[in-house]
């Protein structure tokens, strides 16, 4: 979930009365390397900033940079804005809800977007580079996450919204046996083809490990089925208001044997505004609805279904801020 913020902070990880930080490890094929400091705490509003130097390049998951008095004064006329009128027109031209417009946007100018921004092309600008580095943070993070105790070699990864591939190839490598699907068939065409590239295409990073090729469908969250080791969402609770979001998270938890993990975009005042104030700018990219969670609400859903928070942590660049947090059954 990429939102505003004007420093970068570090990715931290608590379980229990410990505080872990992980170290950004070394490999180059999908990552990026930022660097890892010490804990910080949210940063302040800070001073203005040209709103019109950035927001044409922003989606329903990206904010305008906004701040101190430029906040209060978009805040006061947020109650004549109407996003959701606008949100309900382009929901009539495709036919449905939610669920049917962020289908028609990841598989048309969202999918153009997206595949852009997680991928490793130059042809990205500022904002989206920011978003790109903020996600791959959140992957690698859960990749350490997910080998910090044992080896993934036969264990099985259900990578739900994979989109393009961004942590169904790396859990791959390391010899898991992912399921991923996405609801855009355009996601998971290029996430398949990325997959065959890197897999399959003969180079070696120098693991004794023979991966096995992800199995790819096209599915929304509420279709998917079986029984896996692990159950990993990464960013997709932000299509989901919160009274979906509980059901979806039960349904993740029964499908998830050993382990859920989630990231979603962390519901405070100061986001809400900033979010709210995006609003303001339409534009044809912001087809979606971008949901925010309270911690709290999503650590009671796990609790509803039987799981307990294990660890949680927080990752945000510039314009990108996601809660990661690691569920295991209580």
Not at 149 to 160: K, N
Not at 197 to 226: A, C
Not at 305 to 325: M, P, R, S
Request: aromatic content about 8%; glycine content about 6%; some cysteine.
């Amino acid at each position: 979930m990429a939102f505003s913020t004007i420093v970068s902070s570090p990715v931290c990880f608590h379980t229990q009365n410990q505080t872990h930080n992980f170290p950004l490890s070394n490999n180059k094929p999908r990552i990026n390397k930022p660097l890892i400091t010490q804990t910080k705490a949210l940063p302040p509003l800070s001073t203005a900033t040209d709103v019109s130097a950035i927001t044409t390049t922003f989606d329903s998951t990206t904010l305008a940079v906004l701040g101190g008095g430029s906040i209060a004064a978009l805040a006061a006329i947020l109650s004549i804005a109407d996003p959701e009128k606008r949100r309900q027109l382009q929901a009539e031209e495709v036919g449905g809800g939610d669920k049917e417009v962020v289908r028609e946007y990841f598989n048309s100018t969202g999918f153009q977007r997206w595949k852009k921004i997680y991928g490793e092309t130059d042809d990205v600008n500022k904002v989206q580079l920011d978003i790109r580095l903020g996600h791959s943070k959140t992957v690698e993070n859960v990749m350490k996450i997910l080998t910090e105790d044992r080896s993934l070699e036969g264990v099985t990864v259900c990578d739900a919204g994979c989109g393009t591939g961004c942590l169904s190839i790396p859990l791959a490598k390391q010899g898991a046996i992912v399921y991923s699907s996405d609801i855009s068939a355009a996601m998971v065409s290029e996430a398949e083809k990325q997959a065959k590239e890197e897999l399959l295409g003969g180079s070696s990073d120098g693991s004794s490990v023979v991966p096995v090729l992800p199995k790819f469908t096209v599915s929304d969250l509420e279709s998917l089925d079986g029984k896996y080791d692990t159950v990993v969402c990464l960013d997709v609770l932000i299509h989901y208001p919160q009274s979906k979001a509980d059901g979806m998270i039960a349904h993740l938890a029964s499908l998830a044997e050993k382990r859920l993990i989630l990231s979603f975009a962390p519901k405070t005042y100061y986001y809400d505004i900033l979010k709210r104030i995006g609003e303001l700018f339409p534009g044809p990219s912001k087809a979606t609805r971008a949901y925010l969670h309270r911690e709290a609400d999503i650590e009671r859903a796990l609790q509803k279904a039987g799981w307990k928070v294990n660890k949680k942590g927080f990752t945000n660049t510039q314009f990108y801020f996601a809660n990661l947090i690691e569920a295991v059954p209580a």
